[in-house]
């Protein structure tokens, strides 16, 4: 899952980076306003974190704006306000949800993973596929009722996989969304990575079917083609 963090204080910002990092989060920051609209238009992203007050363009704005161009991201606003009429200029310019300054960063970890968009083969905090089972609650990995240990950039990488079950993802598609936006990663990476979770998730199970498929000149699959 890919966030992008729009917060003019440094110390916040990288805080929230570092500890959304350690969920296994891939976290790009923009330190003012107008940084994070081109970002949050022009890169695709599963989550906002979007500061009210920043310099150059505000939140309420950048909301207002990315909703008029049909970007639905969900928005999770932070801001040191608190009062009544500011949490409802914020859900009436498009956010999903808010949380006032300051706060716990498990909270904002459980309104993080509640905004998450989930698929119609995830139950809870389970995806699945065939007999492939991955709790993003837990980080718990099992293929066949057998558990299986995963590096956090292979399990970030599965998971992806596992939103998209049945559709063929590109590598660009892949780094975008499991690497950081500053990530000097080159599309051989992709391979080494899909390479280490067949390892791991395919060739131990050598009376199953196959998960992770290659489809030449387009990219990879997960599961059957379902769509």
């Known amino acids: 899952m890919r966030i992008l963090v729009v917060e003019d204080e440094h110390l916040i910002a990288n805080s929230i980076k570092k500890g959304l990092e350690q969920e296994h989060y891939a976290v790009d920051i923009a330190f003012s306003g ?87 083969n995830m139950l809870g905090t389970v995806l699945a596929a065939e007999d492939l089972k991955l709790d993003t609650g837990s980080f718990r990995v099992e ?13 970030s990488l599965l998971e992806f996989l596992l939103r998209h079950a049945g559709k063929i993802l590109s590598k660009d598609q892949i780094i975008n969304h499991v690497w950081n936006y500053d990530a000097d990663i080159l599309p051989n990476t992709v391979e080494v990575y899909i390479r280490n979770l067949r390892r791991k998730i395919d060739l131990p199970f050598k009376g199953q079917k196959p998960l992770i498929h290659t489809v030449r000149g387009f990219g990879y699959r997960l599961g059957e083609n379902y769509v």
Do not use: W
């Open 143 to 155: 293929r066949n009722g057998r558990n299986i240990s995963l590096s956090a950039r292979e399990f």
């Open 34 to 120: 107008d940084d994070g609209f081109d970002l949050a238009c022009g890169e695709e992203y599963d989550l906002l974190i979007l500061d009210l007050m920043l310099p150059g363009m505000d939140g309420l704005t950048i909301c207002r704006e990315l909703r008029q161009k049909q970007i639905h991201t969900p928005v999770l606003i932070l801001t040191a306000k608190g009062q009544i009429e500011d949490k409802v200029s914020g859900l009436d310019a498009g956010a999903d949800d808010y949380l006032t300054k300051p706060f716990s960063f498990e909270e904002l970890l459980a309104r993080v993973r509640a905004l998450s968009r989930r698929p119609q």
